[in-house]
């Protein structure tokens, strides 16, 4: 038993395991609002950037929403 309680993954499943059930009982759950993505004006100009410097043109409309999708 001394053996056990002196291993490294142990502890680290221990604590793991707490944090677990401590942020399970602290009942902090994630609003409907926190789980939508923005894209802004920036990230999509670098997107777009992105994707001419790989194929050499711009993106079709298609391959911007695929490009976003992803």
């Known amino acids: 038993m001394q053996r056990w ?3 490294p993954l142990v ?5 793991g395991s707490l944090l677990f ?3 399970h009982w602290s009942g902090r759950t994630t609003g409907s609002g926190s789980r939508r993505i ?3 004006p920036g990230q999509m100009d670098a ?4 994707f001419a410097r790989t ?3 711009p ?3 298609a391959e911007l929403k695929a ?3 992803r």
């Open 5 to 7: 309680l002196r291993e």
């Open 11 to 15: 502890h680290f499943l221990a604590i």
């Open 21 to 23: 059930v401590v942020f």
């Open 38 to 40: 923005v894209i802004t």
């Open 47 to 50: 997107i777009t950037a992105g």
């Open 55 to 57: 194929w050499m043109r």
């Open 59 to 61: 993106p079709t409309e």
């Open 67 to 69: 490009q976003l999708a």
